[in-house]
Each structure stands twice: as structure tokens, then as C-alpha cells.
């Protein structure tokens, strides 16, 4: 599933070619695309006016000029594509929207979701996100994000740190690939339990998550498979800079130790036995 990056990455290029954009035709060719709205979805997008570009975690969203948005979720597989009319011909396109630009050309906007996971929803907004994300903690991105407080969240759970970091409405954005990229350059086990933690360790992670997905942005995000791309179509190189996870058996970039793998909640979890200590 796309964590924090790999959505900022789609959101900063929708950014580029979508503001100032008007819906001209929605066209939804699966229906669990925009499971859970009442009315059929062009009915409500054609003629709005994307305003902005918004993403909170792991969610994306476009505001509208009716005080809406269009809510984004990319699941396990979703794509958004960019392009001119008739250049998606993507056979898991679920939904195929035109627009026309503030220059006046006209754009295509594809959503190709092989697993079906993803979704399109019109939303209204409740504090300033659309309200599917209402519940969802702020990320480590985020301009307010509040490290110290959301350190002593983590650390009222008795639950492994590993576990926590992926609750989405404790911190938001992590998934398993960054959780253990973050735990390893904290220097902290992922079966560690969160109530165990210091404080100070816990926020130093909390950094650590920042600071690795900021180098992942950099690099476009990771991509292991076709399913992640940006919205040009092209992949993510940060699979190349990973130090732990996916390298079971490997060794370890810091110290040459062998990384183990262990299960945690049915998820797998990477780390370093050595440089891992707290």
C-alpha cells in the first residue's frame, strides 16, 4: 500500500496540472471506485473547479470550489495518471475524468486501481479535510504536527511500538516499510513495548520517521512493483536506500549483522539485532 511519500509524490503532481482545472466528464467504469456515494459522481463534479491539493497521511485530496472535495484514496494499487484525452488506455482504469485547464487545454484524469481497494468519494469538509479523514492523527509532515504530544500518545500503549506507529489515528502516514526504516535509525526494536519507551526516544523516532520519508520523497517514493507510480506514470527509487526492510538474511549496511524478520499483528518487521538495542 502507498504510505506518506508515494501520496505526497501524487499529490505534488496533481498539484502541478490540476489547479484552476474544471470537470468537463466523470465517466466511473467500476463501481467500487466510488463505493458510498448517493448520487452518481459526475453529477456533482462536473463543472467544479479544483482550488487546491490537500493530503493528510496516507489520504489525498482535491478542494473543490463548493467548499467540497474530492477524496482520494489510493488503496493497495491505485494510480492517478495525468495526461491529454486518450492517453490512459490502462484496462483497470476505473474512472476517467476530462478536464479542462486554466490555459484552456484539455487534461485527462485516471484512476487505475487493479485491486480495487481505491476510491473516489465527494465529501464535505469538516475542519478543513474531507470528512473520511476527519479521524485520522496528523502526520510527521505536517506543519503543526506536535512531536511531543503525539510521543506521549505512543507511549500510553502497551502495545509494541511497531503496532502503534501503524495506528493511523496515533500518527498517520506510516506504514510497514517506513515504520521499520524509522525504528532502525532510532535504534529501537519493533516488539519493544510502547509504554516501555522514554520519552526522548520516542520523539527522537518520531524524527526519524520525518527525516526518512523526507529522503524518500526525495527519491520519488518506493516502488517494488508496476502498481506505484507517479502521476506521469514513473516509479519510485527509494527501494535502493532501504536498510532494513525486505533484507532478511542480508546484512546489515551498519554493523554487517545478519537482519531478522519477525511477525508483529500479521505484519512483517525488520531490524537489526545489533544496532537495535532499546
Excluded at 495526461?83 to 488506455?89: D, K, L, Q, S, V
Excluded at 475524468?97 to 484539455?106: S, Y
Excluded at 522514554?198 to 517494488?224: I, P, Y
Excluded at 532478511?248 to 519477525?262: D, F, H, L, T, W
Aim: glycine letters at 8%; a positive charge.
Amino acid at each position: 500500500m502507498p504510505e506518506l511519500p508515494e501520496v505526497e509524490v501524487v499529490r505534488r503532481g496533481l498539484d502541478d496540472h490540476l489547479i484552476g482545472a474544471r470537470f468537463d466528464a466523470v465517466r466511473v467504469t467500476h463501481p467500487r471506485a466510488n463505493r458510498g456515494q448517493d448520487k452518481p459522481l459526475a453529477s456533482l463534479l462536473v463543472g467544479r473547479t479544483v482550488l487546491a491539493t490537500g493530503r493528510r497521511g496516507k489520504y489525498l485530496w482535491l478542494l473543490l470550489d463548493d467548499h467540497h472535495a474530492l477524496f482520494i484514496h489510493l488503496g493497495m494499487s491505485g494510480q492517478m495518471l495525468v495526461g491529454t484525452p486518450g492517453t490512459c488506455t490502462a484496462v483497470h482504469t476505473r474512472i476517467l475524468a476530462d478536464l479542462k485547464g486554466v490555459d484552456g487545454r484539455a487534461l485527462e484524469l485516471a484512476f487505475v486501481d487493479q485491486r480495487t481497494f481505491g476510491r473516489w468519494l465527494y465529501a464535505p469538509l469538516v475542519d478543513g479535510v474531507p470528512a473520511p479523514v476527519a479521524h485520522i492523527a496528523r502526520d510527521p509532515l505536517e506543519p503543526d504536527f506536535d512531536a511531543v504530544a503525539t510521543a506521549r500518545r505512543i507511549r500510553a500503549s502497551r502495545s509494541p511500538v511497531k503496532s502503534v506507529l501503524l495506528n493511523q489515528e496515533i500518527v498517520s502516514g506510516i506504514g510497514n516499510i517506513y515504520a521499520d526504516e524509522a525504528l532502525f535509525a532510532a535504534g529501537i526494536r519493533p516488539v519493544r513495548k510502547a509504554y516501555r519507551l522514554r520519552q526522548k526516544d520516542t520523539v527522537n523516532l518520531l524524527s526519524c520517521a520525518r527525516a526518512v520519508m523526507e529522503r524518500a520523497l526525495e527519491a520519488g517514493g518506493t516502488s517494488f512493483d508496476a502498481l506505484y507510480v507517479n502521476v506521469n506514470g514513473a516509479s519510485g527509487y527509494f527501494s535502493r536506500s532501504l536498510n532494513v526492510y525486505g533484507r532478511k538474511g542480508q546484512p546489515c549496511v551498519r554493523c554487517g549483522g545478519e537482519i531478522e524478520r519477525v511477525s508483529i499483528s500479521n505484519r512483517s518487521s525488520h531490524f537489526c539485532p545489533r544496532c537495535q538495542r532499546i
